[in-house]
């Protein structure tokens, strides 16, 4: 591992904005 | 709780569709994978908005996909 992936899945938690929309709209 | 249709998400700035979509999916997937649940959605909420709203109106796509999450999630964590 080169530790970029580490973090992935970006978790989703009910009424947490979701991380993994800085991928979509930064 | 209303149908999330695609006229509704697409009224929605984009960084908030895939925030209702989660909210959509999260509960559905919790029963199944209590624990997975946050991983699971997100890996989930990486599909297309379409794909993901046909997801929710049909259980079995949901389920089969589901699946497919965590076979996917159990190999990468296999790699790490």
Do not use: C
């Not at chain 1, 991380?19 to 709209?25: A, H, P, S, V, W």
């Not at chain 2, 999330?4 to 909210?23: D, F, V, Y």
Request: proline share 8%; hydrophobic share 40%.
């Amino acid at each position: 591992s080169n530790g970029s992936s580490i973090n992935w899945p970006p978790e989703f938690h009910p009424g947490v904005p979701w991380k993994g929309l800085q991928n979509i709209d930064p | 709780q209303e149908p999330l249709t695609a006229s509704r998400l697409a009224a929605a700035p984009l960084h908030e569709q895939k925030q209702m979509i989660g909210e959509r999916l999260y509960p559905l997937i919790h029963d199944v994978h209590t624990q997975l649940a946050g991983k699971i959605t997100g890996m989930l909420l990486e599909i297309d908005n379409s794909e993901l709203l046909l997801m929710l109106e049909s259980p079995e796509s949901l389920h089969a996909k589901i699946e497919e999450a965590v076979a996917v999630l159990q190999a990468h964590q296999a790699m790490e």
